[in-house]
């Protein structure tokens, strides 16, 4: 069974510029989980989706934004990119019910110049 | 409000050596889960462990053992024996009512063979 694959591994981009970052769940994963990963924030949770449906979200400004496609891929996109949004981007997946076990995908690096 | 407290910020013990990395947690609810994951240089967060806030019951897997204690907000993990293998981070996560996942800061160990 494939794992997470998130697309593409390494990003860079310069400030003021836009992002879209994807994730492909296990097969049968109905959730789609982000996470921001930083050396001064540690783990950080974006948002969740089930069902096409954001489930829940964490604190971050709405220039961070999401969705999930009926196959369940998903994808999160980071408007007006800020020097601070430079972080290893984790998507992972789970069959679906709440306080489940997560799959990880490798994530994403995105560089902010 | 949930917080998770992995007070170790990195340890270093050489191989065969037994550790234990802490976890100190917050919550109001008293319906929870914990979870153990493992972060190797490849980035990928790996599970290895839930333990709801019912069952105090120690589990041992192998090299792994954890030990839950309610009485003191502790989630601690103990691998036996090291091996260089075991060298990555680990984070310590909660959750609770609100269904997000919230991850300690990390205990980065260190194998030396």
């Known amino acids: 069974k494939a794992g997470v694959t998130q697309t593409p591994r390494y990003l860079i981009k310069t400030r003021g510029q836009q992002v879209t970052l994807s994730c492909s769940p296990i097969?049968?994963?109905?959730?789609v989980s982000w996470y921001q990963q930083t050396p001064g924030q540690g783990l950080q949770f974006l948002f969740e989706y089930f069902s096409e449906t954001q489930r829940n979200k964490g604190n971050f400004p709405g220039r961070f934004s999401g969705r999930q496609f009926s196959n369940s891929r998903s994808e999160m996109n980071v408007s007006t990119l800020e020097l601070g949004d430079s972080a290893l981007y984790l998507c992972?997946?789970?069959?679906?019910?709440?306080?489940?076990?997560?799959?990880f995908g490798s994530g994403t690096q995105l560089s902010v110049l | 409000a949930q917080k998770v407290t992995q007070a170790q910020t990195e340890i270093s013990v050489v191989e065969k050596e037994d550790v234990t990395l802490d976890c100190v947690y917050e919550t109001r609810d008293t319906t929870y889960y914990l979870f153990w994951y493992k972060q190797p240089p490849s980035g990928e967060l790996v599970f290895l462990i839930r333990r709801n806030s019912f069952d105090e019951q120690n589990e041992i897997s192998g090299r792994y053992s954890w030990n839950f204690q309610k009485s003191t907000s502790s989630f601690n993990f103990t691998i036996t024996a090291s091996q260089v293998v075991d060298s990555a981070v680990y984070f310590c996560?909660?959750?609770?009512?609100?269904?997000?996942?919230?991850f300690g800061t990390g205990t980065r160990l260190q194998v030396f063979p």
């Open positions: 996560a909660l959750s609770d009512n609100t269904d997000k996942l919230i």
């Open positions: 097969s049968g994963h109905r959730s």
């Open positions: 992972a997946s789970s069959a679906g019910a709440t306080n489940e076990k997560l799959f």
